[in-house]
């Protein structure tokens, strides 16, 4: 569980921007967070405590602002971290997948090798999907395919804010999301 203080200062620190980047969206700038280094370390703790020790093999997150979580997750983890991004950024071989966002439509790719694993294991990849906000959840349920597409298992999704007026996690077939502040 979130401590009320994380959740409050997250609150706070958060900036809304009204009508960004198209007219009726209230959009929640993560930027006053990453300012702030004593924050984003207990956002990132909190975010990685749930899934310590559960045998997380890889974090997938979310171009761009996804990245900023998942790599220090990943490094906290101590497992690989591999880039969901929009189409033709991957240069490598890459799968695909559409979704529609809460402002408009988009597509993901993931590198074909993103989930590999040492040649030993026989057991698929287990993956912790990041992102920065949990809208609704068409980003995070694209990039879930993605990793089943790939054979990983998705045990969770992580992000920092989930707007839960959009139901975003009804997109996720019942897949346990943590997230820290709730709108
Ligand atoms: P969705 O697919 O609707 O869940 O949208 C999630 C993605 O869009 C995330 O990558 C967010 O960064 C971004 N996003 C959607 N709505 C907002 C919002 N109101 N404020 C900030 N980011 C948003």
């Given at each position: 569980m979130t401590s009320p203080d994380l959740e409050t200062r997250l609150r706070r620190a958060l900036r809304d921007v009204p009508d960004f980047p198209t007219p009726g969206i209230l959009f929640k700038d993560i930027t006053p967070v990453l300012a702030d280094p004593v924050l984003l370390r207990e956002v990132i703790a909190a975010l990685v405590a749930p899934h310590v020790g559960v045998g997380i093999t890889h974090v997938v997150a979310v171009e761009s602002r996804g990245f900023l979580f998942g790599v220090p997750m990943a490094l906290e983890l101590n497992v690989a971290f591999a880039p969901a991004r929009k189409p033709g950024k991957l240069p490598w071989r890459t799968i695909r997948e559409s979704y529609a966002l809460e402002y408009g439509h988009n597509e993901l790719e993931l590198h074909e090798d993103a989930l590999r694993l040492s040649p030993e294991r026989d057991t698929p990849a287990r993956v912790l999907v990041v992102d920065d906000v949990l809208a609704t959840g068409g980003t995070a349920a694209a990039t879930c395919r993605l990793v089943q597409r790939l054979g990983g298992e998705v045990v969770g999704v992580a992000v920092p804010v989930e707007l839960g007026f959009l139901n975003g996690?009804?997109?996720?077939?019942g897949c346990p999301v943590t997230t820290l502040l709730t709108f």
């Open positions: 996690r009804q997109q996720l077939g």
